[in-house]
């Protein structure tokens, strides 16, 4: 397949199954984002590591911090949860990065619409976990204002 130079004025697609026309700025601005997309996928990936190397840690340290009146197994499976529940986000961001820099380097209108698919559940994921935060924040200053009322009247 021959590669067409980012100087070109246009990206078209060389497979007739699939069309993707980018400007060359369009090509680049892409390319770019799915570099920095991989960075920050790969640094998610090296913490969730860190965080089940802790989780097993803390279990440990958390026992004998307390002379074994908190259950390390508790500890260490929250934070395995943690460390599940991060995963998530951070596996759609690198399969966007994976599928653009594939797409944008085969000019693959389809590759794309998988790509940024990945971007759209990287995006309504945080969307849904910030909501759900700011559902719990609600609740919190609510409780902490009716709690307040209520040692006042005491």
């Known amino acids: ?16 199954n699939t069309e993707l026309s980018l400007s060359t700025v369009a090509a680049d601005h892409l390319k770019r984002t799915a570099k920095w997309a991989r960075f920050l996928s ?3 990936f090296v913490f969730i590591g860190l965080m089940v190397l802790v989780a097993f840690f803390a279990g440990g340290m958390m026992a004998l911090a307390t002379q074994g009146m908190v259950n390390s197994s508790v500890v260490t499976i929250i934070y395995l949860m943690m460390a599940a529940f991060c995963f998530f986000p951070v596996y759609f961001l690198f399969s966007f990065s994976s599928k653009t ?28 976990l910030a909501a759900i935060y700011l559902g719990f924040m609600a609740i919190v200053i609510l409780f902490s204002f009716l709690g307040g009322m209520m040692s006042a009247a005491f």
């Not at 397949?1 to 007739?16: G, I, R, V, Y």
């Not at 209108?109 to 945080?126: D, K, P």
């Open 1 to 16: 397949m021959e590669q067409k130079p980012l100087d070109s004025p246009e990206f078209t697609s060389t497979n007739p």
């Open 42 to 44: 790969i640094l998610g």
């Open 101 to 128: 820099l594939r797409a944008v380097d085969s000019y693959d209108a389809t590759e794309l619409g998988e790509a940024l698919s990945n971007l759209r559940r990287y995006f309504q994921f945080i969307g849904i």
